[in-house]
């Protein structure tokens, strides 16, 4: 409902109408929080139908926002809309993991160079504060913490570089190895869990001295490590993969 403001006829929204688009807002952004942690770590079979019914029925929505979130998902890379037929996750091949973690790696080891030139002692610190909570989660064995809280290190790394357009294709692939990078920690063969937290220690040592060469080679490196872990993952028998702590 509008009304206007006195001897002017210029209309004003009123604030139940304001407090509603907020709360719309702000629903749409919980239930696509909630569907993407639901698809990246695994509870759908790669290449597997999404579940739309059973989805509605957890999440306690009808089928329109589901499906307004699930095109959020698809622009991001992680299912893939089919004519009339609903959706599926994302099924990415051998060779697809090894390109894009390979881009990763570039766009991640120039993001590290760059913001060491350009980041401020707040950042560092903030960054500083993600790793001791992502550090707490591994203590704990969270995955679930742990992978947001690693994310957000990456990212608050890429946003530091202040480069606008890497930040935009870093963001276009992200969310595309997303899935596979929350399963590569739990490869066996590399104890990759472990190993992941470790090159974080050696990326906050980095940052902290703004050594731009070394926090480069770090990050692609970590990312490359990352892509051998993915793949192995991927390549072990279903019966043999370790569950979820």
Known sequence: ?????????????????????RQEASLHGEILLRLRDYVVEGNIPEGGRVPERQLCEMLGISRTPLREALKVLAAEGLIELL???????????????????????????????LACEAMTDAEITAIEQL?????????????????????????????????ATLETAYANFAGRIRRVRYSANFARKRQRWAEAMREHEAILDALRRRAGSELSDILFQHLRNKRTAAIEHLTEPQEDAPATP
């Not at 206007?4 to 009123?14: C, L, Q």
């Not at 004519?83 to 570039?106: H, I, T």
């Not at 989660?137 to 957000?152: E, P, S, V, W």
């Open 1 to 21: 409902m509008k009304s206007t403001i006195p001897d002017s006829g210029v209309p004003i929204a009123s604030p139940a109408t304001n407090g509603g688009e």
């Open 83 to 113: 004519p009339n037929r609903g959706a599926r996750v994302r099924q990415l091949s051998q060779r697809d993991l090894e390109e894009l973690f390979d881009v990763m790696a570039g766009l991640e080891s120039l993001a590290g160079r």
């Open 131 to 163: 790793h001791y909570e992502m550090y707490g989660h591994y203590l704990h064995r969270d995955m679930h913490g742990y992978f947001q809280t690693n994310q957000r290190i990456h990212e608050s790394i890429v946003t530091a570089a202040r480069n």
